[in-house]
């Protein structure tokens, strides 16, 4: 059965791409990107493709990155949100009021190691009950999903200013802004360890899958093709690592450190930065996301209902549990991306968050989710969120006129949709 | 041929189920033995596919009671109707488009692993067994079966009933969408699951496949059961007029 089923398919196997098995919406996204990274980086004198910028680059996309994961779940199973932004203030709201207020209000003092913790809990629950709530509203009441969560856009917006009376909170725990990006990252040390592991998992799991393959007889690729996989996965991990590492301490920002430890700082001394803990932290939510997408039964149903409402329904499926539940994971979400926006502004603020429900839509949108349905990757909307943000960025380095700015943000998520309609149109699969 | 004298494997008695005061069903009963395919004729809004959705857990009916092997049934969902062995290949397939055929295959009962992950390898290499029994021209198992043809779609939907071990089996016009050849594939493996001893209820507008295929016809008209006969008793044109002018033939009206 495999054998005669593995023959037809090689011969059919003319390059290199499909002998590798690779997406090539996603080659074409990538693509993309170094074309946007490229073009900037010459029109900045290279200033653009530096340790710096890309450290930066990577540390400003993480919030929207961390949302536009879940908004992939809420657009495949055909419904939106628009709250986003707002919830994520809520949430940066009671994670800011828990640490500054209610905590010292209840003997727990400033700088003690509780305070972070329990705000962060607090922020991610906020997120959870409200994000349940809003597909509670969307599931069993059958509000749509475009209301339910338009409502909540000015709804969650405003409770957070209400929360705050409208103040800036801060600054937030030292702790707790470990999180926000430049305030805490691993060191050049830490780095090349956690990118090793990280290679030795890539590898791990590409192997163990091909193993999966052999045991049920399916058809494999040829084992070169997996090898370059996995060295092309361990380039891209530890160049990522040399590079986040190359961005060093400025000197005066050490000097400062060992005064404050009554040292004196050697000469020619350089510490770099190495991975920040938020960018760890979008790692871990896109590896876990992207496990349930592909490897739980709540990923299967949530594509199945995507793709099919009625015969989710009619294999027995909970549709309507299955949104309270995609909600829920949105909610999460939410507050977490409220705990790293915060944390890097050391402070709550009362527009946090503004617009960001547009950003996330886009980069999910522009990382190849079909608004209809039953289709979308993590590691697309991720990507999707970077290239928005290598664009904003980009065109404020070369000093493109605010207005201008958004106008071809938004010029090119209508573009991105074209080229999407088109390929998937040539291709005709997918 | 068929043995009537033991217990029906189900009766359908005096179900009656209305729509904002259109009696879609109007105390209708029918019953189904052990390799019998039983054929539901009718008009488009006769109530056959309302009927046969209180079997397969889609509605609730307003009144009357499903047994199933002489015990009566509480059907309140699909996930129920699955519980007394009953699985249903629907009108439109009930396919997620965007997924493979074993993803469509297991759907809502997946197979995991001892982490309680999705096995997609294990999952695959079932349907690989039982699409080579059923179906064994079937290739496609990597693409979304929106890629697929009418027949393998269709070959994917009964894989389902079949696999799960279905005793009572509901059709709604299975071949509808299907070419010739496909359409005779489909009646073999009719042939062949009631040789295993399946109960088949098969909703079917067409008076010649309904000759062909089944034993016997139940005939419904605005929703109220016109009669139940067996086919070698009846022509065509006896089917036609039961379906048209709501008559039993004359031959047989006791």
Known sequence: MADASASPASSQRKNILKTMEIDTRLLGMVGAFIVVCVMFNLLTDGRFLTPRNIFNLTIQTVSVAIMATGMVFVIVTRHIDLSVGSLLATCSAMM??????????????????????????????????IGAFQGWLIGYLAIPAFIVTLGGLLVWRNVAWYLTNGQTIGPLDETFQLLGGIGGTLGTTGSWIVGVLGVIAACVAIWSARHARIHHEFPVKPVWAEGLLMVVAAALILGFVAVLNAYEVPARVLERQFEASGQVMPEGYVQGYGVPYSVLLLIAVAVVMTMIARKTRLGRYIFATGGNPDAAELSGINTRLLTVKVFAIMGVLCGLAGLVASARLSFHSNDIGTLDELRVIAAAVIGGTALAGGLGTIYGAILGALIMQSLQSGMAMVGVDAPFQNIV?????????????????KTGAN | MIDRSGTPLVELRDISIAFGGVKAV??????????????????????????????????????????????????????????YNIETIYQTLALADNLDAASNLFLGRELTTSFGFVDDAAME????????R???????????????????????????????QAKILIMDEPTAALGPQETQMVAELIQELKKDGLGIFLIDHDVHQVKELCDRAAVMKNGELVGVVDVDDVTTDDLLAMIIAGKRPEHLAA
């Open chain 1, 96 to 129: 800011a009021m828990t640490q500054t207020s209610f905590l010292p209000a209840m003997g727990v003092d400033f700088g003690n190691p509780l305070i972070a913790p329990v705000a962060i809990i607090v922020g991610i629950v906020t997120g959870a009950v």
């Open chain 1, 409 to 425: 943000v938004g010029a090119v998520l209508v573009l991105a949709v074209l080229v999407d309609i088109l390929y998937r149109k």
């Open chain 2, 26 to 83: 109007d105390h209708v009963s029918v019953d189904l033995y052990p390799g019998e395919v039983v054929g539901l004729l009718g008009h488009n809004g006769a109530g056959k596919s309302t009927l046969i959705k209180c079997l397969s857990g889609a509605y609730r009916q307003d009144t009357g009671d499903v047994f199933v092997n002489g015990e009566k049934a509480n059907i309140a969902n699909p996930r129920d109707a699955r519980d």
């Open chain 2, 125 to 132: 290499a079932e349907t690989r067994k039982i699409m080579g």
């Open chain 2, 134 to 164: 059923l179906n064994p021209n079937f290739r496609k198992f990597g693409s979304p079966v929106k890629a697929l043809s009418g027949g393998q779609r269709q070959s994917v939907a009964i894989a389902r009933a079949v696999y799960f």
